[in-house]
């Protein structure tokens, strides 16, 4: 997710650099000449020997830097972990050149991308600066101390990060001793490599002083065998971070003698800052304080060290990471096992879920959590054999929260904030990814900030929100993205701005039509009744309400706009359209599920003791409708001023985001009448609502994939076990769609254990289903799939029976989503070698993006089946499609990741890699690198494989070709996946459990 530009660097940079600068004022006025000299050169390199000052002359220089400078700094450093390498410098100096830009930085962001965008910032930060009259200047002090030159294709130095070419208005500070030479990934014409860049810095009387103070106190630590020399090694091994607590827990003594250790005279020796908890964290004063207990300390007994801090680390775990979890153990010990190279505990520790819990209960979101995975991804993906297990375990992992995050409260981050939280606000806002998709919940923190004086962040977050419209390529979700982009500029008093983003809007509904441009529209009138822009609301809600009524195949999404419709008439005045539309909703024949139907006739209920009763007696059916049903009159009685009654109901919810969602519009109305403790309350219930939970329909997906994975592993007596429970918990779900499309890839299942009577049986009962199915289109698709079962175990008789039958249930010119059907037909006839038949089938298909992805598909085929030249003009056709239509970048990939899959089958890896490559942030730009990775030799198919894994959150379309290429590792891993579902079912915390 993309979060506003706040800085705290500056604040790391006090805490670890508290000194007075003594003597320094020529070498501050030489630093202040350089940076300000309109003809000087661009790079300046200080370097002195150990204890000469450097740190304090670069710290000082960046905290205090002359008029009209603007210094964006980083200082590398081993005292705290995970603080001297590249990964931690883009890190640090990405957030600082966002705020000089006053643009937004991605939260979330692989390696690759943070270097592009470190490249982007720089030069928009500098003619931002320059715009100003200021001039930018990048300080790196410690290049000397960098330890991220590693072997492997992702790996650099710092010093090779920073540009051979420096954007105008640009000056380069670096700073070090004179020794280790110039990394070796630095090019032979860098301007480090430049003799003329150095500027030798003399050694300061008062920092030799000091050295000869601290490191006395570090000798009687050292000699200490008592409590001061254990915290010294704690200090030292952990790599800062840990607290006077920890420290108690760790040496096994009271607080008050750790305490005393700290302030009496060695207390000098230590530095710290501020943790998210409110308790200073400790390090070293001096980076070479650090060196010099390192040394003293030995490699043994650093080993020592730190195998006790895991030990601590273990007890916690095993806890299930209690409330009283040190912050050191969600933070701190993460970068330790990263510095360490310790791959198998960051694996472990970064997917447990009750850790994962904890954080999001400790900083309000899920962020933290996703920049674990992150790290250990980019740490994976820099060595040649990438570990495939803890990439598949680790990829699950991120799609889990993935997943979870998806279903936050809109109202939930703009609630922290307006509560003053917002350490918990920007947490949330960080989980959420990728940010168009979440456009209410960005509109709604936008609002709060700029209603509360905050303009610079809320236009930041509006900004980050509008390129995060650039990235998305689905132009569905770009368009409800760039209604609610109204909203934000309405909100930040930007009239020109709005007028601007209206008109995209409503064009960007133009360009999807149906019940997308209904959807569109109607969000487009929300945000001009926010403006307060009535007469154009009017006319857009009419708008949205003809385009819903002209949608024919989507009664349940045509319902749930009309309710929304229905709130704009409302708002405008217009009661008696409003009612109406609520009284059509409410009908039995108008196709809304039962949710949105109480909804509509909760909207006719004035009376707040009449919706009580109504919640009394309603039964309610199963979980997921009747949690939905509970949460809507939750939202009426909030609607009606009965908070106490609203509160009480949303604590029976049954359904962890339905509840959230009920708490949160309680916090907020609680808020809107200053019922501050109720706000906060309903705040806290909504966020620990969030922990640990997985929607039913993802679970079944999640279980289905596992058992296929198993069987394609070979392991057929796990797989048939977990088949049989997969198929009870199948049958539990409300929705006739996702059981029977569950129950058909179970069938399959059972056909790749050649188990034909299984096979058949469970395909009987997924072929039962399909009259209760609403969406028609759905029931070709399903038996297209199952044809394509049946084939596969040679029961050719029935599967032509299926595809007859798909044939005439889709024959008809008014069939709704026609294309899909035909889509899923042609891939399961070029499945089955009907090639020729799947070819003329795809050429029936409109749009031409599918047809294009289809003729790829197609062309795959025949390159397995031997006809390569055909092939090679299908796949060259398909391309040619994909690159001369208009139809948006999210359609065109998804074309070309097939072209790249057909490239891959005619043994063109070259060129599928490439291109498979270049779109690897697609669900199907995974499933095109996995598919390369099929042909390619082992290494490579191991990095490819990889790359998928780091790339995709949709794991679950991996598993097979892991399955196939790697067993023993997929069935280890699959095992782990499938305790964890299980362990979720029995760990599933109630609205009042403890969430920290």
Same mark, same amino acid.
């Given at each position: 997710?993309?979060?506003?530009?706040?800085?705290?660097?500056?604040?790391?940079?006090?805490?670890?650099?508290?000194?007075?600068?003594?003597?320094?004022?020529?070498?501050?006025?030489?630093?202040?000449?350089?940076?300000?000299?309109?003809?000087?050169?661009?790079?300046?390199?200080?370097?002195?020997?150990?204890?000469?000052?450097?740190?304090?002359?670069?710290?000082?220089?960046?905290?205090?830097?002359?008029?009209?400078?603007?210094?964006?700094?980083?200082?590398?450093?081993?005292?705290?972990?995970?603080?001297?390498?590249?990964?931690?410098?883009?890190?640090?100096?990405?957030?600082?050149?966002? *705020?000089?830009?006053?643009?937004?930085?991605?939260?979330?962001?692989?390696?690759?991308?943070?270097?592009?965008?470190?490249g982007h910032l720089l030069k928009d930060a500098a003619a931002a600066c320059a715009a100003q009259g200021v001039r930018l200047v990048l300080l790196v002090d410690g290049l000397d101390?960098?330890?991220?030159?590693?072997?492997?294709?992702?790996?650099?130095?710092?010093?090779?990060?920073?540009?051979?070419?420096?954007?105008?208005?640009?000056? +380069?500070?670096?700073?070090?001793?004179?020794?280790?030479?110039?990394?070796?990934?630095?090019?032979?014409?860098?301007?480090?490599?430049?003799?003329?860049?150095?500027?030798?810095?003399?050694?300061?009387?008062?920092?030799? @002083?000091?050295?000869?103070?601290?490191?006395?106190?570090?000798?009687h630590l050292l000699d200490d065998e008592g409590i001061g020399h254990d915290v010294l090694g704690f200090v030292t091994a952990a790599g800062g971070g840990l607290s006077e607590g920890d420290l108690a827990e760790l040496t096994a003594v009271a607080p008050w003698k750790v305490r005393r250790v700290l302030r009496a005279a060695e207390g000098r020796t230590f530095a710290g800052r501020v943790g998210r908890g409110g308790l200073p964290l400790l390090v070293l004063a001096h980076e070479e304080l650090q060196q010099t207990a390192t040394a003293s300390l030995g490699d043994r007994e650093l080993s020592q060290f730190r195998e006790r801090i895991h030990q601590w680390a273990d007890r916690y775990r095993d806890m299930r990471w209690s409330e009283s979890t040190p912050e050191y153990l969600l933070d701190g010990y993460h970068r330790l096992l990263y510095a360490q190279g310790d791959i198998a505990r960051m694996a472990e520790f970064s997917t447990d879920r009750a850790r994962q819990d904890r954080m999001l209960a400790f900083s309000g979101g899920d962020a933290a959590a996703f920049r674990e995975i992150g790290s250990i991804h980019s740490f994976l993906l820099a060595q040649e054999a990438p570990d495939l297990a803890v990439m598949l375990h680790t990829a699950a992992a991120k799609d889990r929260l993935f997943w979870r995050n998806r279903r936050i409260p809109a109202q939930l981050p703009a609630l922290w904030a307006a509560l003053g939280d917002s350490d918990r606000a920007d947490s949330l806002a960080g989980s959420l990814t990728p940010i168009a998709s979440f456009g209410e919940a960005v509109a709604e923190l936008v609002a709060v900030l700029s209603n509360g004086g905050d303009s610079t962040r809320a236009d930041q977050l509006r900004r980050l929100f509008a390129a995060g419209i650039e990235d998305q390529d689905n132009p569905r979700v770009t368009a409800r993205a760039r209604a609610c982009l109204v909203r934000m500029q309405a909100d930040l008093k930007d009239p020109g701005?709005?007028?601007?983003?209206?008109?995209?809007?409503?064009?960007?509904?133009?360009?999807?039509?149906?019940?997308?441009?209904?959807?569109?529209?109607?969000? @487009?009138?929300?945000?001009?009744?926010?403006a307060g822009q009535a007469s154009r609301a009017e006319q857009i809600t009419a708008e949205a309400e003809a385009a819903c009524w002209a949608v024919q195949d989507n009664p349940v999404g045509q319902?749930?706009?009309?309710?929304?419709? !229905?709130?704009?008439s409302s708002a405008l005045a217009h009661t008696a359209r409003a009612e109406k539309l609520w009284r059509a909703v409410a009908r039995p024949a108008s196709g809304a599920v039962k949710p949105t139907v109480l909804e509509a006739r909760l909207a006719l209920m004035s009376d707040a003791g009449q919706v009580r009763?109504?919640?009394?007696?309603?039964?309610?059916?199963?979980?997921?409708?009747?949690?939905?049903?509970?949460?809507?009159?939750?939202?009426?009685?909030?609607?009606?001023?009965?908070?106490?009654?609203?509160?009480?109901?949303?604590?029976?919810?049954?359904?962890?985001?339905?509840?959230?969602?009920?708490?949160?519009?309680?916090?907020?109305?609680?808020?809107?009448?200053?019922?501050?403790?109720?706000?906060?309350?309903? !705040?806290?219930?909504?966020?620990?609502? #969030?922990?640990?939970?997985?929607?039913?329909?993802?679970?079944?997906?999640?279980?289905?994939?596992?058992?296929?994975?198993?069987?394609?592993?070979?392991?057929?007596?796990?797989?048939?076990?977990?088949?049989?429970?997969?198929?009870?918990?199948?049958?539990?779900?409300?929705?006739?769609?996702?059981?029977?499309?569950?129950?058909?890839?179970?069938?399959?299942?059972?056909?790749?254990?050649?188990?034909?009577?299984?096979?058949?049986?469970?395909?009987?009962?997924?072929?039962?289903?399909?009259?209760?199915?609403?969406?028609?289109h759905w029931r070709p698709r399903?038996?297209?799939?199952?044809?394509?079962?049946?084939?596969? #175990?040679? +029961?050719?008789?029935?599967?032509?029976?299926?595809?007859?039958?798909?044939?005439?249930?889709?024959?008809?010119?008014?069939?709704?989503?026609?294309?899909? !059907?035909?889509?899923?037909?042609?891939?399961?006839?070029?499945?089955?070698?009907?090639?020729?038949?799947?070819?003329?089938?795809?050429?029936?298909?409109?749009?031409?993006?599918?047809?294009?992805?289809?003729?790829?598909?197609?062309?795959?085929?025949?390159?397995?089946?031997?006809?390569?030249?055909?092939?090679?003009?299908?796949?060259?056709?398909?391309?040619?499609?994909?690159?001369?239509?208009?139809?948006?970048?999210?359609?065109e990939n998804q074309a070309l990741a097939s072209v790249a899959i057909a490239r891959a089958a005619l043994g063109e890896l070259a060129e599928a890699d490439r291109l498979a490559m270049s779109l690897h942030t697609l669900p199907d730009g995974g499933v095109a690198?996995?598919?390369?990775?099929?042909?390619? *030799?082992?290494?490579?198919?191991?990095?490819?494989?990889?790359?998928?894994?780091?790339?995709?959150?949709?794991? @679950?379309?991996?598993?097979?070709?892991?399955?196939?290429?790697?067993?023993?590792?997929?069935?280890?891993?699959?095992?782990?996946?499938?305790?964890?579902?299980?362990?979720?079912?029995?760990?599933?915390p109630q609205a009042g459990a403890d969430g920290g």
């Open positions: 997710m993309l979060a506003p530009a706040r800085s705290v660097y500056r604040e790391q940079v006090e805490k670890i650099f508290p000194w007075e600068l003594v003597g320094r004022e020529k070498e501050l006025a030489d630093l202040a000449e350089f940076c300000t000299d309109e003809r000087g050169d661009a790079y300046t390199w200080w370097q002195a020997p150990a204890w000469a000052g450097k740190s304090a002359l670069m710290a000082s220089f960046a905290l205090d830097p002359p008029p009209g400078v603007r210094v964006v700094s980083f200082f590398v450093t081993a005292r705290w972990a995970g603080q001297s390498d590249w990964v931690a410098f883009l890190d640090a100096v990405l957030e600082q050149l966002a *705020e000089a830009a006053e643009q937004p930085v991605p939260h979330v962001l692989e390696q690759s991308a943070k270097q592009r965008w470190f101390e960098d330890r991220g030159v590693t072997v492997g294709a992702d790996a650099h130095s710092i010093a090779a990060m920073l540009p051979a070419v420096v954007p105008a208005n640009v000056r +380069i500070v670096v700073s070090g001793r004179p020794h280790p030479p110039v990394p070796v990934d630095v090019p032979q014409r860098h301007p480090l490599r430049d003799a003329r860049t150095v500027r030798q810095l003399a050694s300061s009387p008062h920092a030799l @002083l000091a050295r000869d103070d601290l490191e006395r106190e570090l000798a701005g709005l007028e601007e983003a209206t008109e995209q809007a409503r064009t960007a509904a133009e360009e999807v039509g149906g019940i997308w441009a209904a959807s569109t529209l109607v969000t @487009l009138a929300q945000a001009l009744l926010e319902t749930n706009i009309l309710m929304l419709v !229905a709130k704009c009763g109504l919640a009394a007696t309603q039964t309610m059916g199963k979980e997921e409708v009747g949690s939905a049903c509970l949460r809507v009159i939750a939202e009426r009685l909030v609607a009606l001023h009965d908070h106490a009654a609203a509160e009480q109901i949303a604590a029976t919810i049954p359904d962890w985001a339905q509840r959230a969602e009920a708490y949160s519009a309680v916090g907020w109305a609680a808020l809107n009448e200053a019922d501050l403790q109720r706000a906060r309350r309903c !705040a806290l219930l909504a966020t620990r609502s #969030l922990h640990g939970q997985t929607d039913p329909d993802r679970r079944a997906r999640n279980l289905v994939a596992y058992a296929e994975a198993l069987a394609l592993s070979g392991a057929h007596f796990l797989a048939s076990d977990l088949a049989g429970q997969t198929e009870r918990f199948l049958m539990l779900l409300d929705d006739p769609a996702s059981k029977a499309w569950g129950l058909q890839r179970l069938a399959r299942v059972w056909a790749l254990m050649h188990n034909s009577v299984e096979c058949q049986r469970i395909s009987d009962t997924a072929i039962d289903l399909l009259p209760s199915i609403e969406h028609e399903l038996l297209s799939a199952l044809a394509e079962t049946f084939a596969g #175990l040679g +029961i050719e008789i029935r599967a032509d029976g299926l595809f007859t039958e798909v044939r005439r249930l889709v024959s008809g010119k008014d069939f709704q989503y026609r294309y899909l !059907a035909l889509a899923d037909l042609a891939q399961s006839l070029s499945r089955t070698g009907q090639v020729e038949v799947a070819e003329e089938t795809c050429r029936t298909i409109e749009p031409p993006l599918e047809r294009s992805r289809l003729l790829a598909v197609v062309a795959a085929a025949h390159a397995r089946a031997g006809a390569p030249e055909h092939a090679r003009t299908l796949t060259a056709e398909a391309e040619d499609l994909a690159r001369s239509a208009q139809s948006g970048t999210y359609w690198l996995a598919s390369v990775a099929e042909a390619s *030799e082992p290494q490579r198919a191991t990095q490819l494989l990889a790359h998928a894994l780091a790339h995709t959150y949709s794991f @679950l379309l991996l598993l097979p070709f892991l399955a196939r290429y790697a067993p023993e590792v997929t069935l280890q891993t699959v095992q782990l996946l499938v305790e964890d579902e299980q362990s979720d079912l029995v760990r599933t």
